[in-house]
């Protein structure tokens, strides 16, 4: 039993920053991969970033440079920092926690970039 928890999504300019957060029960947050995804509406969900448990960072090309997958084991926490946003980047975002084969979804959080 895992759960997730996202916060941190909102209304912002283009050009504005915000930061994502992913809190989550269990011990098994440590040994786990994360991972941000978005997904606008009729469109498949798509992956932003991902950290592996030794913190190996991956990006989608659109947005290296302008975001940071983080994560802190002693707060079960992950995090999507963003900055210089841009209309694109509007969708709902979702952290993903996975220690094979469990996977769990967090409840997803709005961002909004508008200009």
């Known amino acids: 039993q895992v759960q997730l928890v996202e916060s941190g999504g909102g209304l912002v300019q283009a050009g504005g920053s915000l930061r994502l957060s992913c809190a989550a029960s269990g011990s098994i947050f440590k040994i786990s991969s994360l991972a941000w995804y978005r997904q606008t509406p009729g469109k498949e969900r798509s992956l932003v970033a991902s950290?592996?448990?030794?913190?190996?960072?991956n990006y989608v090309d659109s947005v290296k440079g302008r975001f940071t997958i983080s994560r802190d084991n002693a707060k079960n926490t992950g995090y999507l920092q963003m900055n210089s946003l841009k209309p694109d980047d509007t969708a709902v975002y979702y952290c993903k926690v996975w220690f094979t084969p469990y996977e769990y979804w967090g409840q997803g959080t709005q961002v909004t970039v508008s200009s």
């Open positions: 950290i592996t448990s030794g913190r190996t960072t």
